[in-house]
């Protein structure tokens, strides 16, 4: 398994706690026994309920005629953008994927557990990435400082344009 097998671990464990100050203590924890470089950000904190990690990646999670869609789907306000349907965007290639090395800010990194996308984050600087996990806060971490639930391979590809991509929603209603 890439990254630390103990750490990716416990990070799934520690992904299931729904209280907010647990889960900071969790953390914390972690970082005094594995040394990580996991941050917790501010954004969308507000809004935790209302996005998942692939809105979030394709930079969607705040826009006003995404936030539109996902109350009119109000009894299942995080399945909008799910794993099912950015798999088909992949199969069509509506993504563009892309070689580890092209990839720059505001890209995407895919995971996939044994063969299915799971999660997605979106690039940043020096290779931190950004990324939402489960109904937990976004987080700033490294490639291979996630939960082992994320799986052991991830594809690189070009985030769409947001109007496209809203075009492309749009069309599934």
Excluded at 86 to 93: D, F, G, H, N
Excluded at 116 to 131: D, E, K, T, Y
Aim: with cysteine; net charge neutral; hydrophobic share 40%.
């Amino acid at each position: 398994m890439p990254g630390s097998r103990k750490l990716r671990s416990a990070l799934s464990d520690a992904q299931a706690i729904q209280l907010p100050g647990v889960y900071v203590e969790r953390l914390e924890e972690l970082n005094s026994e594995f040394g990580h470089s996991i941050v917790l950000l501010e954004e969308g904190r507000t809004q935790i309920r209302r996005f998942n990690c692939f809105a979030y990646a394709l930079g969607v999670w705040d826009n006003p005629a995404y936030q539109e869609m996902v109350s009119a789907h109000a009894e299942d306000q995080l399945a909008l953008i799910n794993s099912a349907l950015v798999s088909k965007w992949i199969a069509k290639r509506f993504l563009e994927e892309i070689k580890p090395g092209d990839a720059r800010a505001d890209d995407i990194v895919a995971y996939f557990y044994r063969g299915q996308l799971v999660h997605f984050a979106r690039s940043g600087a020096a290779g931190v990435l950004r990324s939402k996990w489960g109904a937990n806060e976004v987080h700033a971490h490294g490639i291979w400082e996630v939960p082992a639930n994320y799986g052991n391979k991830v594809r690189y590809f070009r985030r769409p344009d947001t109007k496209a991509l809203l075009r492309e929603l749009a069309s599934l209603e």
